[in-house]
């Protein structure tokens, strides 16, 4: 019995289905729309609240969405049609929809109304003007401002300050007055620097340390063989070398500046000259001597140190005349003593 009757049944839905009443569809339509409306009353309320809180200056609302039309035959085989979807445009999504209420026909799925702008949406993006009457002008850079940090990283880097044009490098006086390599001497052998080098201050010679130039123009002294600066330098440099002219066991002496008159080189005596307070025998260096034997003659007998320095103050003399040093110079001695007193109280 239960069998037949769940055939009954299977077979009775099935004729449904099949052909269903003309009354079947209309009654599933309301009751579906109907039973979800329950659910959305609260929403709907506060739309509906909404919507008259609104100004009245609504725009016309848009045309309704045309409902969905099913034909009678498709209707008898297919299933009852779903909602309308709502149809929504680009640009009204930052709108609202409002009065829905007016529409009883969908009253369970939104629909694409005429739509306001609310207040409290965001505004439209801002717009740029090319108008400068209500804009500042943009800041210029100026002298004291050009390095500041306010500058703004849009503005162009502000023009490099005009300064005086740098230099060349210049190579400064070598070796240094006061360097070592200077007190150490004319190294043996080495060029004397020429004079129109120095005043152009080319090559690699050292620029002259005084501010006059020499008294007389150089002139080519040809040096007989074996008397160059490094024959000297092998002759005088000995610990041992003694070219004092004197004799060995005799110490320094003490030059008074008629005794120095006496050694002019002439005559068989040897010829002495003071530099900075120290006597030498110049005659053993007289063949060596670069700028010749005349030009050494002149500071024989005598102080030859301003004449020295006038003519080459680079030249390391003391170390070269070590061998010749004589002594020192001395003031001449204190006049004897007057007439006796007695005399003098004589004539009293
Ligand atoms: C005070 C008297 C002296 C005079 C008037 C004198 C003069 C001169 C002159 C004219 C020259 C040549 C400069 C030239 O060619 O441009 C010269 C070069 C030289 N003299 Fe004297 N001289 C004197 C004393 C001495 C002494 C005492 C020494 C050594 C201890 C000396 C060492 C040299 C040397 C090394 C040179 C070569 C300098 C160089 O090439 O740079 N002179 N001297």
Redesign the pocket.
């Known amino acids: 019995m239960g069998l037949i009757g769940l055939s009954l049944l299977v077979a009775s839905v099935v004729y449904v289905i099949i052909r269903p009443p003309s009354w079947l569809p209309s009654t599933l339509l309301s009751w579906l729309r109907r039973s979800p409306a329950t659910i959305s009353d609260a929403r709907r309320r506060d739309e509906q609240d909404q919507s008259k809180r609104t100004p009245p200056t609504l725009p016309p609302p848009l045309a309704p969405a045309a409902p969905t039309m099913v034909e009678p035959h498709e209707a008898d085989r297919a299933a009852p049609p779903p909602p309308p979807i709502p149809t929504l445009t680009i640009g009204q999504l930052p709108f609202i929809a409002v009065g829905q209420d007016e529409e009883p026909e969908s009253p369970t799925t939104p629909k694409a109304k005429a739509m306001q702008p609310v207040a409290s949406m965001p505004l439209p993006p801002p717009t740029f003007s090319l108008s400068t009457e209500s804009m500042p002008p943009p800041p210029r850079p100026t002298a004291s401002t050009s390095s500041s940090a306010s500058a703004s990283s849009m503005m162009p880097p502000p023009p490099p300050r005009l300064s005086a044009p740098a230099r060349p490098p210049t190579l400064g006086q070598f070796p240094a007055a006061n360097s070592a390599q200077r007190a150490r001497?004319?190294v043996p052998n080495?060029?004397?620097?020429?004079?129109s080098s120095s005043i152009t201050g080319g090559g690699l010679a050292p620029p002259p340390t005084h501010t006059s130039m020499?008294s007389?123009?150089?002139?080519?002294?040809t040096l007989e063989p074996g008397h160059s600066?490094l024959d000297w330098a092998r002759l005088s440099g000995g610990p041992s070398a003694d070219l004092r002219g004197v004799d060995a066991s005799t110490p320094y002496l003490r030059v008074t500046p008629s005794m120095l008159r006496r050694q002019t080189g002439r005559k068989g005596k040897d010829a002495w000259?003071a530099?900075s307070g120290k006597v030498?025998n110049?005659t053993p260096?007289a063949k060596f001597?670069?700028?010749?034997i005349p030009?050494?003659?002149?500071?024989?007998a005598r102080d030859?140190?301003r004449?020295?320095g006038?003519?080459?103050p680079?030249?390391?003399?003391?170390n070269?005349?070590t061998a010749?040093l004589v002594g020192i110079l001395v003031d001449e001695p204190e006049p004897s003593a007057g007439p006796p007193q007695s005399d003098m109280e004589a004539m009293d």
């Not at 080495?190 to 004079?195: A, H, K, M, N, V």
């Not at 007389?216 to 002294?221: A, D, F, H, T």
């Not at 030009?295 to 024989?300: I, K, N, S, T």
């Open positions: 001497g004319p080495r060029g004397r620097p020429s004079s020499p007389k123009p150089s002139r080519q002294v600066p000259m530099l030498y110049v260096y001597h670069p700028g010749g030009e050494l003659m002149r500071g024989a030859g140190t004449l020295f006038e003519v080459h680079w030249v390391n003399y003391e070269m005349l010749c």
